[in-house]
Structures are given as structure tokens and as C-alpha cells.
């Protein structure tokens, strides 16, 4: 007998017993189906939920996002009366008139007599559905057939406060009792403070990422220490340090891109060294800033600084120039600290002061060493007179670290610009998975252990780390050490479960409790319980649970890069062999294109104002692009085009 829908979801990891017993509460209410009530209860992404069916249904979905942003020609829509549609809650989104095929997105895309019926109605000889919510699809009836406006505008806010799911404190959400020699309403105060912290910053990320602006807005994310920037959060202040930097530095042909390539590159290698979030974004903007107020004919780098005197002295005169520009506006103490000693050396042969080693932050060791990069590679006017090779640059690196730039930087930032790092992001889909353990050495081995498993991964200091990582959904598999506290670790359980955004989160808890207290662990959402000896064999569990999280459809990510990391060649053969679906969009200047992929085929090209072959053909000739692959991205206009990726890969030349 077929599993319901419910025990399918629990067995995929996807919400708890208690959620779908809210659930199946609220369907004796509203009559709706068990998983649009778990969404508009908040218990589940609807996501997660889409995945989950299309895999099953074999065939893709179409999320209310998508559909609200949707352009659907009037000639489709035509196809199919409003009143079928309605009726049976169906919306047609392309027609292939060649071959005679009608895409439609549908609450039950395999329902074969619904799909003859519509086939029947529009004289179509194939009928291809899209799986979506009822919903959503309700909600694109009502947009693009009678022109409202405000269709999504509910549905996209999200459940309210007073319909969201309930806290870990509540009698159908908890777990487990309270550790012995805490009292239950301490315990039940941490976990709720973490969840609700959670929640908060998942909910700003969603504003964000649902508005099409990206100037700064308010928001309710607690404020960092370091500076008053009143309420704005850290993404939105680097979003919009961004935009001002990008337009200042359009009039220097030699430097136009430069900052913002400069924070992505640079915010990977701090994310790679276990940064904290806060920590990340001191980082990003120190790197939009570092070069403001600085004499426009130059730009200082350690690179150019130990090649040149003159450029060393006229280096120190200026290096407070950013901060003494900004001094009204008091940036965070980080961000300061970062732009005081971003020409310092590792041995101290740098400048101001003569820092060295570990006396110099983390993130101006890591913006140092970038920057020189960057500067080797792009800017003929540095202070050797010529643009090296990517492979001279890297030797630079390579001989001078230890001397001018920490070597653990250096060879982190070495495996960026050989590319290794960026190709194993777009093969894994930009999941991850995230370490916290104190202990420095285990820290090291353990993130070693997985590395070797070729699963993307970093390592953290703190549960603060593990916290933003979670928050912003950076993570597909979380390892937590049980050095961190027992309770600790459990408050994080509850909280993390307690959300629909992470319910289904993989969690490997590191640690020896006894057998009492990994019966807790277990019951308050831990997935396993391992012992910290064998550090090979954790990483096994690790990769097994990764691998369990894809084959249920876990979220992939957005991956970002340009052709100066990872050439044309490679990027196309990296997704192109590892048969990825998706959209890749590519950036020339101010031309804007993009390839859509199907199991490792390319079935649509756009690019100035081209489609099909010639669009296509002129976006393999691109030499110099940045590129954005979102592998769940759908395509919702017809296939033009049918042409295995890998193929057109090794027909290139190498860059």
C-alpha cells in the first residue's frame, strides 16, 4: 500500500510527526490538501514540498515566485478557456506550435485524463505539466487571465504571526524534557531565542530576495557591535556600499568591477577560513571601500607596494584614507581595523606600522593577498609594468607566501584562481556542508576528513557561526561538537527543527554523551549521534547524509563567478558532465545573456536581444564574463534548441 503523503514527508526528513498533526488539524478546517496546509501553515517550504512531488511525478515545478514573475503571452493563455483552467486548476505557460506541445502547470500534473482532456480542448497533440501549489496556481489564474495585480501579494508574504507554526515550547513541538539540574523554562527560553532568531533572519532574507530593490531597507535583524548603523541590516548595507562603489568606479576603465570582484573572492576565502557572518560582512566592506579617497593614477596593493618603494611610502601616506572619509558614519571596528592594515606583510616588512604574522587581521590578510592577485592579473599600471598570467600570478603567491601573505591564505586563494574550488561549488550545486567545533586541531581534522569526501565544506568556531549559516540556508549537512554544551546543542535541536526552513536539516552531533543524553539528542532532532575518534569515519556518515539530502531533493544554491576563475570551457564542462538542469547567466559589460540547461543540454539561449542558434553562438565567443548558475531555475518559454553542453565545451578553444 502506497505511504500517505504525511509519512512521506516525515521519512524525507521534511517536517516533524507534530507538524503534520497541525497539519492534518487545519485540513479538517479548510479542506484543503495536507501539503498546501503544512505551507500555509509555515510547517514547509513550499519548495521542499514541490521537490518532493516532482521528483515522485517525474517532471518539475514551478514555485509562486516564479509564477508571479512569469510572462505569458496572451495568444497562450488564449489556448485554454479561463473557466478549465479554473475549474481544474491549471495554467498554461507555453505553446510549441512545431510540435504541437502545450506546457501547463498543474496541482496534479499526473492526472493523464485531465491532460487528454486539455489536449482535446486546445488541439494540441501533447500536454506537458509543470507541477505547482493550487495556491499559486489560484493566485496566476487570477494575474494573467483578469489582470490583478495584487494575485500574490498574500500568498508571498507568508504566513501570518498568528497562523505560523508553533514555538519548541509548545506541548506538540517538544521533544524532550529539560536537562537534569536546568529547569524546563530556561531550557524552553533558549531554544525559543534561537528559533526565533532563526526566524527572523530567514524572514529578512525573504524580504530581500522578494523585492526588486536593492537599496537599503529596515529591517529587525539585531544590530552588530561596532558602529550605529541604525537598523539596516549587513546585507543590505553591503548591497548598497555595492551599487555606490560600482558607479564611482565605471569612470576607471582599469578598476571597473574591481571592488565588488574583490569582496565575492575575498568573502569566499573568509567563508572557506571559517569566518563568522559578522565577521564575513566587515570583510565585504572593507573590500568595497578599501580603495576610496586613494590617488586615482594608482592603486596600492602588497603586490605592488614590495615592488616599489615609492609606492610603499606613497601607500602608507594613504591608507587611512577610507576610514578618515567615512569617520561620520563610524564603521564597525572591524571594518577599520581590516583598511588600517591592508598593506601590512606577514614577515612585517609591510606598511603602516610593521605588523606581521598574526598580529595582522584575518581579513586583511585575506584582502592583501586577493587584491595583489587581482591587481597582477587585471591592472597593466601596477607597479611591475605588465598584466601576468594567471599561472605567473599564482607562482607570486606561491614564492612569496610566508613573506609578504600568510600561507594558508595564499594557498586557499591559489585553490580560487585555479579554479578547483569554484568547479567543485557548481558540481555540488552550491551545497555544503557546515562544521562547528571549538577545539582548533579537531576543527582542522574533521573539515580535512570531509574535504576528502569532495564535499564542499567549512568549518566554524562557534554555534553563532553555525547560526548565521543556518539563517541564510548556507547549509545542507550541519556537524555540531558536543564541546560546545550538551544543552547547548539541544536548544540548537529544537530551534533548528522548529523551523520549516531547516526541519529537514541533516544534523551529525559529534561527541560521547552517555545513554541517556544521546537518547535526548536523538529525540530532540539530532539524525546520528557520532563518536569523535575516527574522523574518517564521520566524514562517511557526513557523505551519506549529503547524499541522502540530494536523492530527496534538497535546495541547490546559487553559485557565482566570473571566466577569470573558472574559463568558459571548464564552467561549460563541469555542468555540462555533470548532466545539470538550470540557468546560467552571463554578464559581458552591459550585455546580459543566458543559457538554459536540461540534464546537461543546452534547449534555450538569449543574448542582445538574440535567441536560439545565433544567441547561443555569440555567447560561446564571450572572452571576459561574470556568470550567476542557478540550477532551479525553470525555463517557462518553449525550447529552441537541443545540444549536449560537454560537447560544445570541448569544441572551444582553451582560454
Known amino acids: 500500500m502506497a505511504k500517505r503523503l504525511g509519512e512521506r514527508l516525515i521519512e ?24 498546501d496546509c503544512l505551507v500555509e501553515l509555515g510547517l514547509l517550504q513550499e519548495a521542499a514540498l514541490l521537490r518532493l512531488l516532482a521528483n515522485e ?13 512569469a510572462r505569458i503571452d496572451t495568444k497562450v493563455l488564449d489556448k485554454l478557456p ?8 491549471v495554467l498554461p505557460l507555453a505553446v510549441d506550435p512545431e510540435r504541437k506541445l502545450l506546457s501547463v502547470v498543474a496541482a496534479e500534473p499526473q492526472n493523464k485524463s485531465l491532460l487528454d482532456e486539455i489536449a482535446l480542448v486546445t488541439g494540441m497533440s501533447e500536454v506537458y505539466a509543470y507541477i505547482g501549489l493550487r495556491s499559486a496556481i489560484s493566485a496566476a489564474i487570477r494575474k494573467h487571465y483578469y489582470g490583478d495585480p495584487t494575485a500574490f501579494t498574500t500568498l508571498l508574504e507568508g504566513p501570518s504571526a498568528s497562523n505560523g507554526p508553533r514555538r519548541p515550547d509548545t506541548p506538540s513541538n517538544t521533544h524532550v524534557g529539560a536537562e537534569p539540574g536546568r529547569s524546563g523554562s530556561s531550557a524552553g527560553r533558549s531554544a525559543t531565542s534561537l528559533s526565533m532568531r532563526l526566524e527572523t533572519d530567514a524572514r ?83 573590500a568595497y571601500l578599501h580603495d576610496l579617497g586613494k590617488p586615482a593614477e594608482r592603486h596600492f596593493s602588497l ?12 601607500a602608507k601616506a594613504c591608507c587611512r584614507a577610507p576610514t578618515k572619509l567615512f569617520e561620520t558614519v563610524h564603521l564597525p571596528a572591524q571594518v577599520n581595523t581590516i583598511l588600517a592594515q591592508l598593506y601590512e606583510a606577514w614577515d612585517g616588512s609591510g606598511t603602516p606600522q610593521g605588523a606581521k604574522g598574526e598580529d595582522i587581521t584575518l581579513g586583511a590578510r585575506i584582502l592583501a593577498a586577493v587584491d595583489s592577485f587581482l591587481e597582477l592579473t587585471k591592472n597593466p599600471g601596477n607597479a611591475h609594468g605588465r598584466v601576468f598570467t594567471k599561472t605567473q600570478a599564482l607562482e607570486h603567491l606561491k614564492k612569496n607566501a610566508g613573506t609578504l ?21 557548481l558540481a555540488s550545486e552550491g551545497r555544503q556542508v557546515l562544521i562547528a567545533e571549538p577545539d582548533e586541531a579537531t576543527r582542522g581534522e574533521l573539515l580535512e576528513a570531509v574535504l576528502k569526501q569532495e564535499l564542499v565544506a567549512h568549518a566554524l568556531s562557534t554555534l553563532d557561526g553555525a547560526l548565521d549559516g543556518l539563517a541564510r540556508q548556507d547549509c545542507d549537512v550541519l ?19 522548529s523551523m520549516p526552513e531547516s526541519a529537514g536539516l541533516p544534523i551529525a552531533v559529534v561527541g560521547e554523551p552517555d545513554a541517556q543524553a544521546r537518547e535526548r539528542l536523538l529525540m530532540a532532532g539530532a539524525t546520528a549521534v557520532l563518536p569523535p575518534g575516527d574522523k574518517a569515519e564521520v566524514a562517511r556518515t557526513v557523505l551519506s547524509l549529503f547524499q541522502d539530502r540530494v536523492q530527496h531533493n534538497g535546495p541547490g544554491r546559487v553559485v557565482r563567478g566570473s571566466f577569470d576563475e573558472l574559463p568558459p570551457k571548464e564552467l561549460l564542462r563541469t555542468l555540462g558532465g555533470g548532466k545539470k538542469s538550470g540557468k546560467l547567466q552571463l554578464r559581458s559589460h552591459t550585455l546580459e545573456g543566458s543559457l538554459h540547461l536540461e540534464r546537461g543540454r543546452v534547449v534555450h539561449a538569449a543574448f542582445g536581444g538574440h535567441a536560439g542558434e545565433p544567441a547561443l553562438q555569440a ?10 548558475y542557478d540550477p532551479d531555475a525553470l525555463l517557462l518559454d518553449m525550447p529552441q534548441l537541443d545540444q549536449d553542453l560537454e560537447a560544445l565545451a570541448n569544441a572551444l578553444s582553451p582560454a
Do not use: C
Open 204 to 286: 529578512m532574507r525573504l524580504q530581500r530576495s522578494g523585492s526588486g530593490t536593492n537599496v537599503a531597507r529596515i529591517s529587525t535583524q539585531r544590530r552588530e557591535p561596532g558602529g550605529p548603523r541604525g537598523l539596516i541590516s549587513d546585507t543590505d548595507y553591503v548591497e548598497t556600499l555595492s551599487l555606490m562603489v560600482g558607479l564611482l568606479e565605471q569612470d576607471r576603465p582599469r578598476h571597473r568591477g574591481h571592488s565588488a570582484q574583490l569582496a565575492r573572492q575575498a568573502g569566499i576565502v573568509g567563508q572557506r577560513m571559517g569566518m563568522p557572518h559578522k565577521e564575513l560582512a566587515a570583510l565585504s566592506i572593507a
Open 12 to 35: 524525507a526528513g521534511l517536517v516533524t510527526p507534530g507538524a503534520v498533526e497541525q497539519g492534518l488539524e487545519h485540513q479538517k478546517i479548510t479542506g484543503h490538501k495536507l501539503g
Open 405 to 425: 601573505y600568510d600561507p594558508v591564505v595564499a594557498d586557499i586563494v591559489g585553490q580560487l584562481q585555479s579554479g578547483a574550488l569554484l568547479a567543485h561549488r
Open 57 to 69: 511525478f517525474q517532471t518539475r515545478f514551478v514555485t509562486a515566485d516564479k509564477l508571479a514573475k
Open 479 to 497: 556537524v555540531v561538537s558536543l564541546r560546545l554544551g550538551q544543552q547547548e546543542v539541544m536548544d540548537l535541536l529544537e530551534a533548528v527543527r
Open 303 to 314: 603586490a605592488s607596494n614590495a615592488a616599489n618603494a615609492e609606492w610603499k611610502a606613497q
Open 619 to 628: 555567447l560561446l565567443k564571450l572572452k571576459q564574463a561574470d556568470f550567476v
Open 82 to 89: 479561463v473557466r478549465l483552467a479554473e475549474a481544474q486548476n
